[in-house]
C-alpha cells in the first residue's frame, strides 16, 4: 500500500505555504498572543478523569471514506462533554478528514473541556494557529519530525500555554519523548498503511514514562480493551470512529463509559 502519511504530509507543506501566504507567520503570532482565554490542561483533565476518554470528532478518514459527512461539531462535540468525555479532539484536516479550523472555533464558546488540535503539524505556524482558533493542546507526530523538531514545536506550544500530546507507534520513536512531554500516545495504527493493532499499545507500556498520562490511540471500540490498558499503565484513549459511525455519539460515548468502567 502506499505510504498515506508520506502523501498527508506533503499536501499538508504545500497547503500550509498558502496559507502562510495569505496569513504570514508574524500576523498569526499576534492573532495567537492577543486570545485572552486561559487554556485548559488536558493532561490534568485526564488525569482527573474516571474514563479518560478523548472524544473526537471525526468526519472521515484515508482508509474508511465519509464516516460522517455531514456531522456538526456543534452538535456533537457539546454532546461528547455532556456524556463524560474527559477531552475533546477535533481533527483540522480538510483533505484527508474533512475538517476545518472552523470546527475548533465552531465548538470552542459552547465546552469547558480541554480541545486538542489534532493535525499534521510540520511548522511553529500551526501552533500559533491552534492558540488563535482556541485550541487547548496540538499533536505532535513522532514518525513526521525529529527530535529536534519536537523540542522546538513544543517549547513553542507551551510559550503559547498549550499542552502537547506527542504521538509514537514503535520502539524507534522513543527517543522523541523527552521530560518536557506532557502526555504520550500510543497509535494503535500504522500512518503509512493505516494497519491497526491495539497491541502496539501493550508492547510499548512498560518502556513509557509512568509520571505523565499515558494515551493509547485508534482502534478502540470494546469496553474489555479499555480496562486492559488501564490495568497497563492508560489513563487516556483516543476514540472517535467508534462513536462518529453512530446515529448519536454521544449516547454511545456514554454507553461505552458505562461498560468500561
Same mark, same amino acid.
Given at each position: 500500500?502506499?505510504?498515506?502519511?508520506?502523501?498527508?504530509?506533503?499536501?499538508?507543506?504545500?497547503?500550509? #505555504?498558502?496559507?502562510?501566504?495569505?496569513? /504570514?507567520?508574524? !500576523?498569526?503570532?499576534?492573532?495567537?498572543?492577543?486570545?485572552?482565554? =486561559? &487554556?485548559? +490542561?488536558?493532561?490534568? +483533565?485526564?488525569?482527573?478523569? /474516571?474514563?479518560?476518554?478523548?472524544?473526537?470528532?471525526?468526519?472521515?478518514?484515508?482508509?474508511?471514506?465519509?464516516?460522517?459527512?455531514?456531522?456538526? /461539531?456543534?452538535?456533537?462535540?457539546?454532546? $461528547?462533554?455532556?456524556?463524560?468525555? #474527559?477531552?475533546?479532539?477535533?481533527?483540522?484536516?480538510?483533505?484527508?478528514? %474533512?475538517?476545518?479550523?472552523?470546527?475548533?472555533?465552531?465548538?470552542?464558546?459552547?465546552?469547558?473541556?480541554?480541545?486538542?488540535?489534532?493535525?499534521?503539524?510540520?511548522?511553529? $505556524?500551526?501552533? $500559533?494557529?491552534?492558540? #488563535?482558533? %482556541? #485550541?487547548?493542546?496540538?499533536?505532535?507526530?513522532?514518525?513526521? *519530525? +525529529?527530535?529536534?523538531?519536537?523540542?522546538?514545536?513544543?517549547?513553542?506550544?507551551?510559550?503559547?500555554?498549550?499542552?502537547?500530546?506527542?504521538?509514537?507507534?514503535?520502539?524507534?520513536?522513543? %527517543?522523541?519523548?523527552?521530560?518536557?512531554?506532557?502526555?504520550?500516545?500510543?497509535?494503535?495504527?500504522?500512518?503509512?498503511?493505516?494497519? &491497526?493493532?491495539?497491541?502496539?499499545?501493550?508492547?510499548?507500556?512498560?518502556?513509557? =514514562? +509512568?509520571?505523565?498520562? *499515558?494515551?493509547?490511540?485508534?482502534?478502540?471500540?470494546? /469496553?474489555?480493551?479499555?480496562?486492559?490498558?488501564?490495568?497497563?499503565?492508560?489513563?487516556?484513549?483516543?476514540?472517535?470512529? &467508534?462513536?462518529?459511525?453512530?446515529?448519536?455519539? %454521544?449516547?454511545?460515548?456514554?454507553?461505552?463509559? !458505562?461498560?468500561?468502567?
Amino acid at each position: 500500500m502506499t505510504d498515506i502519511l508520506h502523501t498527508i504530509v506533503e499536501h499538508k507543506k504545500a497547503e500550509l #505555504a498558502e496559507r502562510m501566504a495569505r496569513v /504570514p507567520l508574524r !500576523e498569526m503570532i499576534v492573532r495567537a498572543e492577543a486570545v485572552r482565554r =486561559p &487554556t485548559v +490542561s488536558m493532561s490534568r +483533565s485526564l488525569l482527573r478523569s /474516571p474514563s479518560g476518554i478523548i472524544a473526537e470528532f471525526k468526519r472521515r478518514s484515508p482508509s474508511k471514506g465519509w464516516i460522517a459527512r455531514e456531522a456538526r /461539531p456543534e452538535e456533537t462535540v457539546p454532546a $461528547y462533554e455532556r456524556n463524560g468525555a #474527559a477531552a475533546l479532539s477535533i481533527l483540522t484536516d480538510e483533505a484527508f478528514f %474533512g475538517g476545518s479550523v472552523r470546527d475548533v472555533e465552531a465548538v470552542r464558546p459552547l465546552v469547558t473541556l480541554p480541545v486538542l488540535r489534532k493535525d499534521f503539524v510540520v511548522d511553529a $505556524y500551526q501552533i $500559533y494557529e491552534a492558540r #488563535a482558533m %482556541g #485550541a487547548d493542546a496540538v499533536l505532535l507526530i513522532a514518525a513526521v *519530525l +525529529s527530535g529536534e523538531q519536537c523540542h522546538r514545536l513544543t517549547r513553542t506550544a507551551h510559550g503559547l500555554g498549550l499542552e502537547v500530546l506527542l504521538e509514537i507507534h514503535c520502539e524507534e520513536e522513543l %527517543g522523541h519523548v523527552t521530560a518536557e512531554t506532557d502526555m504520550v500516545g500510543v497509535n494503535n495504527r500504522h500512518l503509512g498503511t493505516f494497519h &491497526t493493532d491495539v497491541r502496539h499499545s501493550f508492547a510499548l507500556a512498560g518502556r513509557l =514514562p +509512568s509520571d505523565r498520562p *499515558l494515551v493509547s490511540e485508534s482502534g478502540l471500540s470494546r /469496553p474489555e480493551s479499555l480496562r486492559e490498558l488501564r490495568a497497563a499503565g492508560f489513563g487516556g484513549f483516543l476514540i472517535g470512529e &467508534t462513536l462518529m459511525k453512530t446515529p448519536d455519539p %454521544g449516547a454511545a460515548l456514554r454507553d461505552l463509559i !458505562e461498560q468500561s468502567l
